[in-house]
Structure formats: C-alpha cells, structure tokens
C-alpha cells in the first residue's frame, strides 16, 4: 500500500489512505482553479477514518466558495502545501489533493465535474464520464464505495 502514502512538500505533513479512495474527482470549477493556481484539482474522496496522519498536524483554512457551502482546506502549518479538504463540514469525509500522493499516477479520475469551466484547452479523455456540474452518487458511485461512505456516515455525527 506504500502507493497511498503522501504528504506535503516540506515534508512535516506525512499521511497513508488505508484504504482505496471511495470514488475521484477530477473538478473544472472555478474555485478549485483560483485555490490551486491550476485548471482543476484531483480529490481522492475518503473516510477520514481510512485517512492516517503519520505525521505533521495539518491547519484547516476556511474558504470562501462560489456555492455558499463550506470548504475548509487542510495545509501543511509549515510549507501550506494543501493536502485534503472537507467540503461542507462532513467530519467523516475527506478530499485527499491526490497530487500530494508519492504515487499520484497510482489514482485515476472516476469523473470529470463543473467542465462547463473547464479551460478549453484541457481535453478530457476519451470514454471518461464528465458532468456540466455535478453527477448522482447514486448513479456513477460503485455500490461498495456508497455502502462505505453510508456506514462512515452513520458512526461519525455530522
Ligand atoms: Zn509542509
Ligand atoms: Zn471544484
């Protein structure tokens, strides 16, 4: 499993997914380009119980977002590389920044959301799902990956 090991890249912040990701998101909107700089963000969505922290205590940022949902950005205290995110104050999910994995080739996106932002030189690939905005969990999440998130759901208050 040393594929899921990251961090950031000072190297205070060290973490292992002890699990595989529940589902990846590829994300074209437009905060994720503005809050990395980039043309989309690779989120590893996780339970935070699968997400251990070996070392480092990262800082959450709260953001401003273009939905009014909440999105706190967990950053490295040193460096401020971000490395995973809650969106909208769900204390048992995490969005791993996949980028920040030792393996980052080791996660390929599940889907491609919020392309209607999508910069236009960026050409999503062949066969890949892709949403206008957002997709049903219901529909695209593998049956496995729904019945984690739901038992998480349900342990965890939130
Ligand atoms: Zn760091
Ligand atoms: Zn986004």
Redesign the pocket.
């Known amino acids: 499993m040393s594929s899921y090991e990251g961090?950031?890249?000072?190297?205070?912040?060290r973490y292992r997914l002890t699990a595989p990701p529940l589902f990846v998101h590829c994300c074209h909107c437009h905060d994720c380009q503005r809050q990395t700089g980039s043309a989309f963000v690779l989120n590893a969505l996780i339970e935070t119980d699968c997400l251990e922290l070996l070392s480092?205590a990262p800082e959450a940022h709260e953001m401003r977002t273009d939905s009014g949902r909440p999105h706190d950005i967990h950053r490295?205290?040193?460096?401020?590389?971000a490395v995973w995110s809650d969106y909208g104050r769900r204390p048992y999910l995490r969005f791993v920044r996949v980028g920040t994995l030792d393996h980052p080739e080791s996660i390929t996106p599940d889907v491609h959301i919020f392309t209607r932002s999508k910069l236009p030189w960026v050409r999503v690939p062949d066969g890949a799902r892709s949403f206008d905005v957002f997709y049903d969990m219901k529909k695209e999440w593998p049956a496995e990956s729904q019945e984690r998130r739901k038992r998480a759901s349900e342990k965890a208050p939130g």
């Open positions: 961090g950031c890249a000072c190297g205070t912040v480092g490295c205290p040193a460096c401020g590389t």
